[in-house]
């Protein structure tokens, strides 16, 4: 096997960190990366430093944010009746994006998942509990996690810990997407399509 200078093993190994890219594809940025013009690589090592220096999490929420508090949750025009709890920060962007809901987020940094080591200690459900017995405006807290086993598992025991508080708690509605066939949508997203079915 063929080894790399030390800088571009280095780089390799940092490419490789990030989710979903192997030493093939770490090795293609890095020549990627030395194709370019300097000040474009120089620019790109300040991006990195520049985000970990300026962002953090917000208090509230525990989004990524520039500011002490995120822009939604300092945002008086946001509905505060909702909080849609969601996985991670991402999510948020995604929900946004449709431009339909107005609500606030509280974000769990991750999923019930004990086999790799996270439990309900190391996700921000305590600072949601909390954020509930201190709130006199939430009358709703949507699930918006995903529809896999980790997803489910960490809704069932949210919407266990949640029933002490006179709230609805509600999760998203799982159906067809739009443009699919019918024929390759699998027994339980077609049920739950059939269950969910709306009037025309």
Do not use: W
């Not at 990030?18 to 474009?40: E, F, H, S, W």
């Not at 998942?113 to 459900?125: C, F, Q, V, Y």
């Amino acid at each position: 096997m063929r080894r790399f200078p030390e800088p571009i093993q280095h780089l390799m190994a940092a490419f490789a960190r990030l989710p979903g890219v192997g030493p093939k594809t770490a090795l293609r940025y890095v020549y990627y990366v030395l194709k370019q013009p300097t000040a474009d690589a120089e620019l790109m090592a300040h991006a990195l430093q520049h985000l970990h220096g300026h962002i953090h999490i917000c208090p509230e929420c525990f989004t990524y944010t520039e500011t002490e508090i995120c822009d939604i949750c300092k945002n008086s025009s946001r509905d505060h009746n909702f909080l849609c709890v969601v996985e991670e920060s991402r999510d948020i962007a995604t929900i946004e994006s449709t431009d339909v809901y107005k609500g606030c987020y509280h974000v769990l940094g991750g999923l019930l998942n004990p086999m790799d080591g996270i439990t309900a200690e190391t996700l921000h459900i305590r600072e949601l509990i909390d954020r509930l017995r201190s709130s006199s405006t939430i009358t709703e807290v949507i699930l918006a996690l995903p529809s896999t086993i980790q997803g489910e598992t960490t809704m069932l025991y949210l919407a266990k810990r949640l029933s002490e508080f006179p709230i609805k708690i509600t999760r998203l509605a799982r159906g067809l997407p739009a443009g699919a066939s019918l024929e390759y949508a699998d027994d339980i997203t077609l049920g739950s399509a059939i269950c969910g079915r709306q009037q025309t």
